[in-house]
């Protein structure tokens, strides 16, 4: 799933801020100031729009972050680049040797410590207490099923990510 052509959305460029081009990024990485490790970055500014862009600084504002690009150098150019998504390339994110990205996660089948195959990872996403899947299941589910949410907890629920046969296990009952 990881090739150098995929991109991943880990911001949103959000309004002008001052009249220099600087704006403020909203930032969807786990710590809100790692998105300026990667770059280049690639703006999605609409359906066929896409403009390779680079920070030229940043700086926190308050609780919040802004950023001054390349080529934006006033208040009208900041206007355009405005609620363009932040994509970077896959290839970009650290290699991880002993984890795994969600991005990952997704298509995954998840079988049973039993054998029983639940279906394939649709999403992942963060409550407070933990981090959820959300499983597809099998058109023919033996459980009338046709999601189901389980908690991404290590040896209690998830016994096993197995990356290569793109399968994790768990201790999980299927009728829940």
């Known amino acids: ?12 460029i959000g309004a002008p ?3 220099k081009g600087w704006v403020k990024i909203n930032s969807f990485t786990q710590n809100a100031d790692s998105i300026f490790d990667y770059a280049p970055w690639t703006l999605i500014l609409g359906q066929s729009t896409n ?6 600084q940043w700086r926190y504002h308050g609780k919040s972050l802004v950023a001054k690009l390349e080529g934006v150098d006033d208040r009208n ?13 896959t290839s970009q994110l650290p290699e991880l040797e002993h984890d795994f990205y969600w991005k990952d996660l997704i298509g995954m089948q998840v079988v049973t410590n039993k ?19 959300l499983v597809k299941a099998k058109i023919n ?33 299927p009728s829940f």
């Open 1 to 12: 799933m990881s090739s150098a052509s995929e991109n991943l959305i880990v911001g949103k």
């Open 17 to 19: 801020y001052g009249v």
């Open 51 to 56: 403009q390779s862009i680079k920070v030229d």
């Open 77 to 89: 150019g900041a206007e355009l680049v405005k609620n363009a998504e932040i994509s970077i390339l």
């Open 115 to 133: 054998g029983y195959d639940m279906g394939v990872i649709k999403d992942m996403f963060e409550t407070g207490a933990n981090d959820v899947m």
């Open 141 to 173: 589910d033996a459980f009338g099923q046709k999601e189901r949410l389980l908690p991404f907890l290590h040896d209690s629920v998830v016994l096993e990510v197995n990356k290569d046969g793109r399968t994790i296990t768990v201790d999980w009952d």
